[in-house]
């Protein structure tokens, strides 16, 4: 008579097929303990929602070869730190200005709201973003980038320009770093300004019209 072979017994192979079934479903119960321990850290975690860094009616000065080159006041600044990555928030809004060796002012930028992104060396803006050249022209819009690697402003959003004879609107706006050359990348139309003999300003619409002007504030109003 033949002897049975090692594994045939059916005792024994329901046996290990309980062992195997038990340790699946506790390898599956304890990786979704870890799973939910790691959402717990996750959730309670400081660093993803804590600034390390907070200060209130904050203003300072940068400099370059011991030349003032910008000027910042903030109501509030935060600043966060993240595996890595760091930017800065300025929640209530930003006034940067720049300066040339002179000392005069070169350009100036205003927001409600605003990031600076240091290790990229970008700035955001957003929400009634003005911004001005030396020669006063102003710009409007709700969010605008500034590359400082690139030395550009941009955005893709709906811009107008008021300049003093005329107020031009459209969509993209590019500029360097001055504001001195900018251009709209699909201008939309123009309105020309002109004094009458009482001298307020009047306007010859060409094309539309344009949302009013409105005071630049900084923070809440």
Not at 93 to 116: C, F, P, T, W
Not at 137 to 152: A, G, I, P, S, Y
Not at 175 to 184: C, H, P, T, Y
């Amino acid at each position: 008579m033949n002897k049975p072979e090692c594994g045939s017994d059916p005792q024994s192979h329901h046996f290990r097929s309980y062992k195997i079934a038990a340790l699946v479903t506790g390898a599956a119960l304890l990786f979704y303990g870890c799973v939910n321990d790691i959402e717990k850290i996750k959730a309670f975690s400081s660093s993803e929602i804590l600034p390390v860094l907070h200060a209130e009616n904050f203003e300072t000065t940068y400099s370059d070869s011991g030349m003032v080159r910008f000027f910042l006041k903030t109501p509030e600044l935060k600043r966060f730190e993240n595996e890595g990555a760091s930017f800065v928030e300025f929640p209530r809004g930003i006034l940067l200005v720049k300066y040339n060796d002179r000392m005069e002012m070169i350009s100036s930028i205003s927001a409600r709201y605003a990031r600076q992104f240091e290790k990229e060396k970008r700035w955001e803006a957003k929400n009634d973003v003005v911004a001005i050249n030396s020669l006063g022209d102003t710009m409007k819009t709700e969010h605008l980038v500034w590359d400082e690697q690139e030395k550009r402003i941009y955005n893709n959003e709906y811009v107008q320009v008021i300049r003093p004879d005329q107020i031009i609107f459209g969509e993209g706006f590019e500029s360097d770093a001055s504001l001195q050359n900018w251009r709209i990348r699909n201008p939309r139309g123009t309105i020309y300004v002109r004094l009458n003999r009482e001298g307020a300003v009047g306007a010859d619409s060409l094309s539309g019209g344009v949302p009013a002007m409105q005071p630049v504030q900084i923070g809440n109003p």
